[in-house]
């Protein structure tokens, strides 16, 4: 299952034996711990465990295994945690499988791994009593929904459009996601308002530098020079220097240009450029915003710009004024 339906899976089937939460998003796994920690465990001193699994190799192993099977003396249940965990096939034959067959009702055992080990590493996932959860970086549905729920059991409607702003503002990136996404609610329970509209996040969130590269983009595609020169301005009150603005245009052009060369679906096209599947689909939408060539005219632009800051022929300053020039005016 996808993290998002794990609280919902939690609350309808209560605790699990065995969990596997595998995949590179920090704060769906940490979250994850922390839900069960809350919910199942009263005394951490004693009836919490944590084991690194690099260190679980052979005969080490039953000291997991021990732990797992050992009873709870105050909570609810015995928690036990471990982290990186890829034993062999031949290991989880010896010293898990007896446990993962026949699991003690008093324990969960934990485990959490950012990816799912290298090849002959058992397939924990497909064992028996696993209950497996998804933390693989989230797109941009996930992100949506993860917003949705969570105003839902806070008592507060946001629409797939907010949720989507909110979404793009953090550029996907999941912990700040949560950390807005609270700041919002907080806000919401205060004034009495139930439901979280565009104009609360547009008051309330400041979008990522990363956003707004991607708006200046949009402004050049348009040939709207007010709002270009708004954008620059209001990134160089955040501390987005000249040379950083340079930097991320440079960057972002040559993606842009980059995945208008491409073809296949946007799936074929994240995996060739190594990108998300997400910045793949906004790449190309941007990207046919531009009449052909056009892209190649900007970046090289932008580029030989950050050229010239570092070769000492153009101050910052200068080498933006120019860009802009070209950009907007066609003068070299």
């Not at 609360?200 to 402004?219: G, H, W």
């Not at 990207?287 to 932008?302: D, I, Q, R």
Request: one cysteine or more; aromatic letters at 12%; proline letters at 2%.
């Amino acid at each position: 299952m996808k993290y998002v339906e794990f609280k919902k899976f939690t609350d309808e089937n209560g605790a699990r034996p065995i969990y596997l939460f595998e995949g590179e998003e920090v704060y769906f796994r940490e979250k994850g711990t922390e839900l069960l920690k809350t919910r199942y465990v009263q005394e951490l001193t004693l009836d919490y465990a944590s084991f690194d699994g690099a260190t679980l190799k052979g005969d080490k192993i039953k000291t997991l295994v021990d732990a797992v099977r050992s009873f709870p003396f105050i909570s609810q249940k015995r928690l036990v945690r471990v982290t990186e965990f890829y034993p062999t096939e031949k290991d989880f034959d010896t010293y898990l499988k007896p446990l993962f067959s026949d699991p003690p009702t008093e324990s969960i055992l934990l485990i959490i791994n950012s990816g799912k080990g290298k090849t002959g590493t058992a397939v924990l996932a497909k064992k028996s009593n696993v209950t497996y959860v998804d933390c693989s970086r989230s797109d941009e549905e996930t992100i949506k929904k993860w917003i949705y729920l969570t105003c839902k059991r806070a008592g507060v409607y946001a629409d797939g459009i907010t949720c989507g702003t909110l979404a793009s503002y953090c550029v996907m990136d999941m912990a700040r996601v949560a950390m807005e996404t609270e700041k919002l609610l907080g806000y919401c329970a205060a004034e009495g308002k139930d439901r979280l509209t565009d104009e609360l996040v547009e008051m309330l969130v400041y979008p990522d530098a990363e956003y707004k590269i991607y708006e200046i983009a949009n402004a050049l595609s348009r040939k709207n020079y007010a709002e270009y020169i708004k954008i620059i301005n209001d990134l160089s009150t955040r501390g987005l220097n000249e040379s950083a603005v340079i930097a991320s245009l440079t960057n972002y052009f040559k993606n842009l240009y980059e995945t208008s060369l491409c073809k296949g679906s946007d799936k074929e096209v994240a995996a060739a450029l190594g990108i998300k599947e997400y910045a793949a689909r906004k790449n190309r939408e941007q990207a046919a915003k531009f009449a052909k060539g056009e892209l190649l005219e900007l970046y090289e632009s932008v580029y030989q710009a950050g050229c010239n800051i570092r070769s000492g022929v153009w101050t910052p300053s200068a080498a933006l004024k120019t860009v802009t020039a070209q950009l907007f005016f066609k003068k070299k």
